[in-house]
């Protein structure tokens, strides 16, 4: 906009000095990039390189576009062909002051260590919800104040500057304030009686603009933090010694230069030095697991609000907003969930898995509150009061039942008001908001209900999908709009649900966190619509782990993330961004796929014969070098008589006959027709009413033949047939110790520097490309599941994003029988169990035996007492304990592990509390609280208990 239109006399171009302290060595050089094409778009072939003025300081003067908008910067180093980066996040310049003069001077420091204070404290989860400032002061105010001393600095001369402090301070409470006394009048005179509060208007970075007469522009200085009703109570003195504030004479050369006084800004590197780490308690509990008076056979998204007060006192989505009341009165700040999306492929319990997705945006019908829909008919009162009673009988979720039963009430709501509904400002909106994904997921619903299944390679016509054909499609004026308007209605309403679940948590103080799945379902709206995003006729899942001994095959396909660059990511920055609508911090899901994926060929059903995507394989001159030249010996199933004679006894020759026939020498090959998995798994298929004995049997057989066919040495690479990839763990087949010795050297070597040494600079690279992208996409604060197969390169890229990650106790990263809470990095969440392990209670009574146990509570909880064979209420407690005193920044709990405390509380069986088994692709996700969190939340010796253990622990405390 230019100054004629907007009435302001606005500079059209200003003059940016920037100054940065950096100690460099003989060839170094120091270069500046930015957001704007001047600054070369953060390319680092496009930076501005910097000029030498002085010892430890560069200098570089740019002159750029005045733009309301803030201007974002880094740094970066060179030394010949080697760029780095500063790190931490990008520095702002924000331009208002422009209005007033078109000089600015950057005094900054390069920054070689990240800065998680900023990018942790910086997003929603604490800036909006923790630290929340509903009253802050209007930046309209600040401006003025800004310009007043500005015209101040004028009046004292052409050598005076306006300095403007910048400090991020971001864990302060709503009630107080950050103030600064230093050695100038204008600060106070170091009397902290006389501090000079900052502006919030920004906050976390709290500013200060004040005039600096020439023969002042050195000073001292302190932050404090006091209460904002009460002056003379300073809470928080800052750690350390003063600060100071000095112009160089190389600085003070270039602003003498300046006509009217320069603004000087400094502080993007200045943290407020806190006594101790700020430190946080969480609940993590499935949606569809919480029970509550107002439920129907599922948790739904008011049922969140319930434990939201838990955690501050001590699932569908109005049981979200009654969860949200367990955390604020247990004391914990933050609520953990389950994938809330759309799964519905199969309509059957198989949808029940919340980790196949079949839309990025649309959440699950199946965590709809009826209720909360508000007019309901007579005929649906009636029939869900009845249907409540049924469903909240069962002790598990039965899924089949209750999407049947909300699908049929929500028809007939729908049909008494669409024709109000379609037409409301409230939906049109909503519509206009979410068009580009809400249309495709409708027809992708209406097509599959046509048709009968989500395979939409068996659609016809309609097997693949444009934008022009979509909107045809989904006129309102065609017959079946009926489909698509129900989808809107239901989506409509989830989403106005969820955020007002979301909107409740944050009120109260409580982080929302979501979960991003690392996958989508092979058959869903986005591999439908875009194609060319995935590799379909590959599939994602894990290695061998804690999880599965035979790896894990999500039946998911694996990104094509050359084509996802092509655009900057849009597909995940909007996936993103959709998420942050609801939640406050996010659980990245499998983050190691972000390095690189397990990818498994779609012939596959397990997860054995996978190889990482991206990684460098290895080519058949390496193999020719180390004389390994039997290449047909190395990748083909390795199977003779002595072995399945070893693998089925006296029924070898029946399974020979079946399934093989010979090859060269006394090798066997497996039939054309049962030479894969997927070819097995079919042949082998037993109908539902089949006898339990002969399912055994039947499994006995396939998982046999399976490990046969997957005693290989070598797995050929998909793309480039004359590119190998070792088979994971192959030392334990036969196929490895029928080798010779020299051979079982150098295939030994070929393991070892496959899985733990080449990929390591490829791994790295590819992770830095995609997190900083997936941070950027979004203010939520980011967690990360980092367990498993680690590489060597995942910690320190954790570290160079500030992305907070997992601590397991029974998962140790070493070779330690359990990790030790009490060493954990701050930068980690510290938990008992997870969604896919047993419980600690499950743990301790089905897993560990009693010299271990003994172990345990000497050496980890270090108590002088005998351990006790079943999980006792103490112990459970003790553990808790050793969690939430831990360093770790958060400690969050499967609710399942906190009411283990309580001997009344807690289920009787510890079995039936687990959610997930990994190592089943089938598992039937359908665990609910035998308690409704109603009472739960009554309980108050229990709540009591959990906020005394929170705040000495000194979690959710401020300072």
Known sequence: MGSEESGENLPAEVSVRFCVEFSTKPGQDVWVSG?????????????????YEHPNLWTATVTVPFVKEPLRYKYLESQGNLISWEKGPERILEMELGTLENTFLLKDSFRLHPMPEHEIFASSAFRNVVFRRDERKSLAITRAEESSAYYKAMVLGKDAVLLRLNVFAGRVKATDEVCIVGSLDELGGNNQAKAVPLSDSRAPFWTLTIPLHPNRMSFTYRMIIREKSD???????????????????????ILSKCSKP????????INFRYARNWKGSGISVPVFSLRSKSSLGVGDFVDLQKIVDFCVKGGDFVDLQKIVDFCVKGGYQLLQLLPVHDTTVYNSWRDSYPYSIVSNFALHPQYLNIEAIGDLPGSVKDDLKKEKERLNALT??????????????????????????LVSREFLDFFKENQSWLVPYALFKLFMEINGTADYERWGDRSSVRVKDMEVLAAPDTFHFDYIGMAYFVQFHLSKQLKEASRYAAVNEVVLKGDLPIGVNRYCTDTWVNPHLFRLHMRAGAPPDYFAENGQNWDFPTYNWDEMAKDNYAWWRSRLSNLSKYFHAYRIDHVLGFFRIWEIPERFTTGISGRFYKSTPITREELSKRGLWDMDRYFSPYVHDGILHQEFGNNAAQVRERFFEPTWGDRLKFKEEYNTERKI?????????AAASEKKKVEFLKQRLFMLMNNVLLLVDEEVPTEFHPRIGFHNQSTYKELSDEWKRQFNELHEDYFYHRQDELWRKEGMKKLPM???ASNMLVCAEDLGMIPACVPDVMEETSIIGLRVQRMPSDNSEFSDPAEYPYATVATLSSHDT???RGWW???????QKERYVKNILKLNKSAPQSCEPWLAEAALISHIECPSIWSIFPIQDVLAMDGKLRRKNASEERINRPENPRHYWRFRLHLDTETIVESDRFMRRCLDMNQKAMRGVAY
């Open 35 to 51: 957001s704007n094409t001047q600054l070369g778009h953060f390319n680092a072939n496009s930076a501005i390189k910097m000029a």
């Open 231 to 253: 002056q003379k109570n300073v809470i928080v003195v800052e750690e350390g010694e003063e600060r100071s504030f000095a112009l160089t004479e190389v600085e003070q050369l």
């Open 262 to 269: 320069p603004i000087v800004f400094a502080g993007s590197s």
């Open 396 to 421: 598990q979720v039965d899924y089949e039942e209750v999407m049947a039963v909300k699908t049929r009430l929500l028809r007939k709501i729908y049909a008494v008001k669409k024709s109000e509904f």
């Open 681 to 689: 798994a079919d042949e082998l298929k037993l109908p539902d009413s």
């Open 774 to 776: 997936l941070k950027s």
């Open 838 to 840: 047993t419980t600690f």
């Open 845 to 851: 009574e089905e897993e560990l035996d009693p010299n």
